[in-house]
């Protein structure tokens, strides 16, 4: 009792060293906010003292200021979470935070009789803060003084000899964890002994119940993941990782690094790729929480282009057509061939043709016909043809092709025209020539047909014109066989895009070029065909702000491109996300046993080529910190099916619940699945303090989400692949058997469903399950 008693005085004590340091950092940063606003009141009442540009940096400093108290008092709730103490440096250097820069401990830091006196004490938090002397009261985590909170170990210490997390709520501090880094060593801070205080401030983290959006880790980063955050941004990044290993949490604090190196740099020009619009959501708070608002675009793989929000998933059997890298001479030729627009089989009649008076045409026009120095002129379908297959040789994009169209339409116009050869002096035969052209394509004969024939293509316009099954045939000849081919165009007859729709949208906005922007109705120009001036003349100047705002959704590379969960790229995406960083640095993340794509190999060729010959650094995270062992342990059943050979991560921490397995025989039908499922996640409401996800095959999502509906909003129905990055404290996965037999790289998608808990598993065997006794289905047995 008495010991207890002595442990619980050291640790008041401790809380209260800790808050005192807090509340001189709250003080400082009021101070700093006084002086702000003084020199703000100060500014209004000389009005005009100063430059403008001291009055502007003023208000800067006001609204730094300002920024940093609001984020004091409303954001961060553990605004200051660690402190190192280290020993006596090599040298006695300091770094623009501050704090002394040696890594190494100086050689007569520990005496032989190994005591040692500290030589710095360094506060992590969110962000740095200074005093008045500028010596550092706060260390940004991103810092590199911060950098041995994360990175020292009792095997490679440096100076650190205690390692301490500081747990706060608002202004107060509520408890200290310490870590020794030497715990042979005797050292003493002010002539008094160090104090340790705990353990397990990573497993008290780990234990907390999960929410729906997910928190930062910046209080308890783990040595192998901060080598892959503060990697150097140099060519590519490459992290492999189990499930849970911190993969996702690791990216978006990488990003957060990454700004606070090279904010100049990287402002703005963060891209983070994820696999769903439901991991967006889930990490989006993330970025804020780390001071780091707006500065990073997150976006799912289906709404990288702009204008799309694709969340609907094809069947997998079409899903492995579109993402196959054969599509890319499949729309080759169907950018080319969606230029001929097929004559509509009624009414039966004459070809049509331009400059008649004849009922408005809706397919490709077949002869052109116009009056040209008082003459009739005409180009044949053959001359159409040859002239379009002359224009179509090159491999530029389609619609930019549409000058060389016309330039060749007119000389054939002209050649036809018998004035070819009426002047042998050069310079009276170029004049003639060119009022020719004037003429020409002046008339609205001429300008309509050109309209028509070589229409201005949108990407949605040749994949709606995909949807022809007989035009795709001939477009995927030889590459798509004729089952491929009626899938796909089933698929696109839907007018819903799906996710891979969009990777086939990005690269036709290649193959055709960009086409122009929406324009303003105005009156017509001829000069306009001339010059393609057309988009340089806007109606009305747009304001800077507009034009921020333009540029910022129209922005299609970035500085560093993350990519999230990259296994599962299929070859198309990978083309569209390489594109979008042609020229930048690259992290990516990711875990093949974890791939939903039927090739892995086919998606690491298209990823190789996508990140070019740009080196990379391999990192491994090789710690599961979502699962209890006990889950861990099962899915290893399935991952060993999957992918033959390849280890599992290691839990960290085992919570005694051994998953649960409830069998719903085949015959009692889907009303007792239902039942079953239903009562299942309500036991695990009851259990768990947070969310239970309930995860099924995709084509039983909607049927899912209907037998939960009465549940409230702490429990989520999720199809298989909407499951992929995503947390939840319990999980039901029902019927295994249906999920790995979804697509060819269905039991790497089950690994996933199996993953997802970081508290307790049930699993509800189901149609196709062949459970023994206990109800363990037949994929979950050793
Ligand atoms: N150092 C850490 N301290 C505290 N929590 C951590 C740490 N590392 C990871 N976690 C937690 O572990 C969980 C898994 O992390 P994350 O989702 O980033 O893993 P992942 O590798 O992306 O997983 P998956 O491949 O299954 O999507 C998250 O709740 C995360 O906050």
């Not at 983070?272 to 001071?291: K, N």
């Not at 995406?573 to 992290?587: D, E, F, I």
């Not at 051994?658 to 259990?687: C, D, I, W, Y």
């Amino acid at each position: 009792m008495a010991a207890q008693e002595a442990v619980d005085t050291v640790r008041d004590r401790e809380i209260g060293v800790e808050q005192e340091h807090l509340d001189q950092v709250y003080r400082r940063l009021e101070e700093k906010i006084h002086e702000a606003e003084f020199l703000m009141n100060d500014a209004a009442q000389r009005g005009q003292v100063g430059t403008p540009g001291a009055l502007a940096e003023r208000d800067a400093q006001v609204f730094r200021a300002g920024i940093h108290l609001n984020r004091l008092n409303n954001e961060f709730e553990d605004f200051l979470f660690g402190r190192i103490d280290l020993l006596y440096g090599k040298d006695g250097k300091k770094g623009p935070d501050g704090a002394y820069t040696s890594v190494e401990p100086a050689e007569d830091a520990v005496r032989p009789d190994n005591t040692a006196d500290i030589g710095e004490t360094l506060h992590i938090g969110r962000i740095g803060v200074l005093d008045s002397d500028y010596s550092p009261l706060v260390i940004d985590w991103r810092a590199p003084a911060a950098a041995p909170f994360y990175r020292s170990t009792p095997v490679d210490p440096g100076r650190v000899v205690r390692r301490r997390v500081i747990r706060s709520k608002g202004r107060r501090v509520l408890g200290v964890e310490d870590d020794l880094m030497r715990p042979e060593l005797r050292a003493t801070l002010d002539g008094r002994e160090l104090p340790v205080i705990g353990d397990g401030a990573l497993m008290a983290a780990l234990g907390q119940a999960r929410s729906h959006t997910m928190r930062d880790i910046v209080s308890s980063i783990q040595a192998e993941q901060d080598l892959v955050i503060r990697a150097p941004a140099a060519s590519v990044t490459y992290v492999e990782g189990g499930p849970g290993t911190g993969k996702t949490a690791v990216a978006l604090h990488r990003a957060a690094y990454l700004l606070y190196q090279d904010r100049r740099r990287y402002a703005g020009g963060i891209l983070i790729v994820s696999p769903t619009p439901l991991l967006v959501s889930y990490t989006e708070g993330v970025l804020p929480s780390l001071g780091e608002e707006g500065q990073v675009a997150i976006r799912a793989v289906g709404s990288l282009v702009d204008g799309c929000e694709a969340t609907a998933y094809d069947e997998p059997a079409v899903a492995r057509v579109k993402g196959s890298s054969r599509m890319v001479h499949v729309l080759r030729k169907a950018a080319r061939g969606a230029l001929e627009t097929p004559a509509p089989r009624q009414p039966a009649g004459d070809q049509l043709e331009f400059g008649e008076e004849a009922p408005a045409p809706t397919g490709t026009p077949t002869r052109l016909r116009v009056v040209a120095f008082g003459r009739r002129i005409e180009l044949e379908a053959d001359d159409l043809r040859r002239i379009r297959h002359n224009v179509l040789g090159g491999t530029a994009p389609v619609n930019l092709l549409r000058p060389r169209a016309r330039r060749l339409l007119l000389d054939a116009l002209y050649a036809k025209s018998g004035s070819a050869g009426r002047h042998s002096d050069p310079e009276l035969a170029a004049e003639l020539r060119s009022s020719f052209d004037e003429d020409v394509s002046t008339e609205d004969s001429f300008l309509g047909f050109l309209d028509a024939w070589w229409p201005e293509l949108t990407p949605r316009q040749v994949l709606d014109a995909m949807a022809d099954e007989r035009r795709l045939g001939r477009w995927a000849r030889r590459i798509l066989n004729p089952g491929e081919v009626r899938r796909l165009a089933r698929s696109l007859r839907r007018r819903e895009l799906s996710v891979h729709d969009v990777a086939l949208l990005d690269e036709l906005h290649t193959l055709l070029g960009a086409p122009a922007r929406p324009r303003k109705k105005r009156e017509y120009d001829p000069l306009d065909q001339l010059s393609g001036l057309e988009e340089l003349m806007p109606v009305r100047e747009e304001t800077q702000r507009e034009r921020a705002e333009r540029l910022a959704a129209e922005r299609t590379e970035y500085a560093h491109v993350i990519v999230d969960e990259a296994q599962d790229l299929t070859p198309m995406q990978w083309r569209m996300v390489g594109r979008r960083g042609r020229h930048a640095t690259w992290t990516v993340v990711g875990d093949p046993a974890q791939s939903s794509w039927s090739d892995p190999d086919e998606a690491a060729e298209a990823r190789d080529e996508a990140l070019g010959s740009r080196p990379r650094r391999r990192f491994e995270l090789t710690v599961n910190y979502r699962n209890p062992a006990e889950i861990a342990e099962l899915a290893a059943k399935v991952l060993a099916l999957a992918m033959p050979g390849k280890e599992s991560p290691r839990a960290v921490r085992s919570t005694g619940v051994e998953p649960r397995f409830v069998p719903v025989p085949e015959k009692s039908g889907q009303a007792a699945l239902a039942e079953t499922v239903r009562s299942e996640a309500a036991l695990l409401l009851e259990r768990v303090e947070g969310t239970v996800g309930v995860v099924v095959a995709m084509n039983r999502r909607a049927e899912a989400a209907r037998w939960l509906a009465e549940l409230g909003d702490r429990v989520v129905a999720l199809g298989s692949l909407e499951a992929k990055g995503l947390e939840y404290d319990a999980t039901v996965v029902v019927s295994p058997a249906e999920i790995a037999d979804e697509s060819p790289a269905g039991l790497r998608v089950l690994y996933v469903a199996l993953t997802r808990a970081t508290q307790q598993l049930t699993v509800v065997a189901g149609p196709g399950d062949m459970p023994d006794e206990a109800g363990v289905p037949d994929l979950l047995r050793d």
